[in-house]
């Protein structure tokens, strides 16, 4: 049992940056993470993932919306999960979750998780808000 736990979030101008942090219970080093986000009354929406790929080696994957902008990072000695977020944009306004999955194996190559419903373990979520 893995327990997840967001922070960073917060009110930002669009244009701005913030900086998510997802701290995990133990070690994640052979886990896919990823962040998603979820507005009311839509379903939740990938952002980016980071998945295990041998070693000490990740694929990372994101979102149409988020490539360019977003840097999804682990620093696996500390058990965490960074999404960089700059040029933030209104519509970037959600609830952003953090998500973690042991994998059976390394992966050879990207999107392989980039569905919530792969995912086994979530954080309580940290909301981010862009002001125009």
């Known amino acids: 049992q893995v327990q997840l736990v967001e922070s960073g979030g917060g009110l930002v101008q669009a244009g701005g940056s913030l900086r998510l942090s997802c701290t995990a219970s133990?070690?994640?080093?052979?886990?896919?993470m990823g962040w998603f986000r979820q507005v009311p009354g839509k379903e939740r929406e990938f952002v980016a993932s980071?998945?295990?790929?041998?070693?000490?080696?990740?694929?990372?994957d994101y979102a149409d919306s988020a490539q360019g902008r977003f840097t999804i990072s682990r620093h696996n000695a500390k058990n965490t999960l960074y999404l960089e977020m700059t040029s933030v944009k209104p519509e970037d306004t959600a609830v952003y979750y953090c998500?973690?999955?042991?994998?059976?194996?390394?992966?050879?190559?990207?999107?392989?998780?980039?569905?919530?419903?792969?995912?086994?373990?979530w954080g309580q979520g940290t909301q981010v808000t862009v002001s125009s």
């Open positions: 980071s998945s295990w790929s041998g070693g000490l080696t990740y694929y990372t």
């Open positions: 133990g070690v994640v080093r052979t886990y896919a």
């Open positions: 998500a973690a999955l042991l994998q059976r194996e390394p992966v050879s190559s990207g999107s392989h998780y980039l569905r919530a419903a792969q995912y086994e373990y």
